[in-house]
């Protein structure tokens, strides 16, 4: 049985259609990433999933129950939104007590699992202040813990590290690393940096739809163009010889940056042959070449960029 | 529901909702027999007040709950509003109503928890100010029907309650406080309009008060069942809407 399962979702806001037929499953355990830019549809796709907003048509299932027909999923999930909010007045402590109260856990167990989620989160000394002077990286580990409080089976995240510093960003993606094999999660996002770090799977979504869906290997070795990339120090012949290699067969798009050249190639092949003869024939004194390794941010601007290429692996 | 209600005295405790609603009832409740008393020789010190205050008649136990029921019923609808309005409203544009609302609390418990922290502040507040109303009113005039002044007092506090249900309805409706706000106003100005038509005035707030006097003094005059029943009917109206907008609200 799947973790998560989205048939045909589709929601609107006026004219505007935020989910245009979403179909996607997820498996249990996974470390999910689910991408796509602003306004892509991930924030209310996390909204169906918690049952605090509901679909125009379609469907969802989480853990085999069906969103909006069964009041279960709620101890099932945790949920942490985009910017969690907390009653400024309460402290840390009471805060994850009163969630552990609506999740109806017993009281000695409940006190065991606020000291435990205070710990992983880094707020055992904050946990007896008001929530109201946390710093944000603290409150999204707060968050975090009281989406965890339960030990839910399915965690959904949305952005959990988008508008943190470094420093916060590292702490929250180690703790999101640290539930793999304790539970599936559900994590949308942005930023590829993070995913390309946590997530065993990933899923981009663009303007409602889905658009690729695949084990995170799988979809760089499937979309991602290869590219070669060679840096010399006179940027005068470099630019010269970007100008003829635009014009070859092989060349999908050439770039400069400072001294070095990357070209996105057609024909990987005719490319690792032509390139560093033409630019010894140039009068280059080629310092570095290499292949360079795609990455998924290479993978998700070519699907997103060019649009709608609706598949699936 | 039970966490849910914790939570909300909580709240009514740590963002001093109550001590406001605690003091500003008891200071009202303290002022209005000083007032009543002493309004004549107030009226004495201002220049050229001793002509007027020679045609004021002499206070009576009466102008005592009268005063009473008049600062009260201005301040208590007053704080019912301001309370209120922010309830539901903030929550939802805060964020937290979504925090606690994609975990096992059901909505219907959210909205109620909310009417019963509010209604307790109140019933506290009322207490406080009925109890320092009988003291003075016993000092400055004579003690008054005690049955009767709970039977004003009880009756109140339905009042309040009746604007703080509008209130909180207004908060369901609403996802700013500004808009609650205005809503509320609104809830408060028509029921004011209907109050006017002098048939269906009898049947809400108006004919409740009236009712509450003459108890207080123990007359047993006119009494407005009508009224009870309608304003009662108000409170569980608005928090059933309450409970049914909410449950199907995007949040």
């Known amino acids: 049985m799947s973790a998560i399962r989205i048939e045909a979702l589709t929601k609107s806001f006026g004219k505007f259609r935020a989910l245009d037929g979403l179909s996607l499953t997820v498996e249990g355990g996974a470390v999910f990433g689910f991408l796509g830019p602003n306004g892509a549809g991930k924030t209310t796709t996390l909204r169906i999933l918690t049952g605090l907003a509901h679909a125009d048509s379609g469907g969802a299932w989480v853990e085999g129950l069906e969103v909006g ?9 945790g949920y942490l939104p985009e910017e969690p909010a907390f009653y400024p007045w309460m402290t840390g402590i009471e805060t994850l007590d009163t969630m552990g109260q609506v999740h109806r856990i017993e009281k000695a167990e409940r006190r065991r699992r606020v000291d435990e989620m205070l710990e992983m989160a880094g707020l055992t000394e904050a946990g007896k202040r008001r929530v109201g002077g946390y710093s944000r990286g603290m409150r999204q580990r707060l968050g975090l813990a009281q989406a965890l409080i339960h030990r839910p089976q399915v965690l959904l995240l949305d952005e959990p590290a988008s508008a943190l510093d470094p420093a916060g960003r590292k702490d929250v993606l180690g703790m999101i690393e640290g539930l793999r094999g304790q539970c599936t999660v559900f994590m949308s996002t942005h930023i590829l940096a993070d ?11 663009d303007r409602g739809k889905l658009v690729a869906n695949a084990r995170r290997a799988d979809l760089i070795a499937r979309y991602a163009i290869p590219m070669l990339a060679l840096e010399a120090d006179d940027v005068d012949r470099l630019n010269k010889l970007a100008t003829e290699v635009s014009q070859m067969g092989w060349a999908h798009a050439v770039a400069i940056e400072g001294r070095r050249l990357t070209v996105t190639v057609k024909d990987l092949a005719a ?3 032509e390139l560093l003869a033409q630019a010894v024939a140039a009068g280059l004194v080629v310092t570095h070449y290499e292949q ?3 990455s998924l941010e290479d993978v998700f601007l070519r699907i997103v960029e060019n649009g709608k290429e609706s598949r699936q692996l | 529901m039970m966490t849910a209600l914790t939570k909300e005295w909580l709240e009514q405790r740590r963002t001093h909702r109550l001590l406001i609603v605690c003091l500003i009832l008891l200071l009202f409740g303290l002022l209005s027999p000083l007032l009543a008393k002493f309004t004549p020789e ?24 009268v005063q009473y029921l008049k600062n009260l019923t201005q301040f208590g609808l007053l704080l019912a509003v301001l309370m209120g309005m922010g309830m539901v409203s903030q929550e939802k544009d805060k964020g937290t109503a979504a925090m606690m609302l994609a975990k096992p609390l059901g909505r219907t418990a959210f909205i109620l928890a909310k009417a019963a922290a509010m209604g ?16 003075y009113t016993l000092l400055l005039f004579e003690a008054l029907p005690a049955g009767g002044w709970l039977a004003l007092n009880g009756l109140l506090l339905i009042y309040f309650s009746v604007y703080a249900a509008l209130t909180l309805l207004a908060s369901t409706l609403n996802r700013s406080v500004l808009g609650s706000g205005v809503t509320a106003v609104g809830f408060v100005i028509l029921l004011a309009l209907i109050e006017m038509i002098p048939a269906a005035g009898k049947l809400l707030t108006g004919g409740l008060l009236g009712w509450a006097g003459n108890l207080a003094l123990g007359s047993a005059e006119a009494p407005a069942w009508g009224a009870l029943w309608v304003c009662l009917g108000l409170i569980a109206a608005a928090l059933t809407a309450s409970v ?3 449950r199907r609200q995007e949040i």
């Open chain 1, 69 to 77: 027909k069964s009041a279960e999923i709620s101890s099932r999930i």
């Open chain 1, 195 to 205: 995913v390309e770090r946590i997530c065993d799977t990933v899923a981009i979504i």
């Open chain 1, 271 to 273: 490319a690792q042959r």
């Open chain 1, 292 to 294: 360079v390794k795609p």
């Open chain 2, 42 to 65: 107030i009226i004495k010190m201002v220049p050229g007040g001793e002509q007027i205050s020679q045609v004021i008649p002499p206070p009576t136990i009466a102008d005592a709950v």
């Open chain 2, 120 to 135: 307790a502040s109140f019933l506290i507040g009322t207490a406080l100010a009925a109890a320092a109303g009988y003291y």
């Open chain 2, 244 to 246: 049914l907008v909410f």
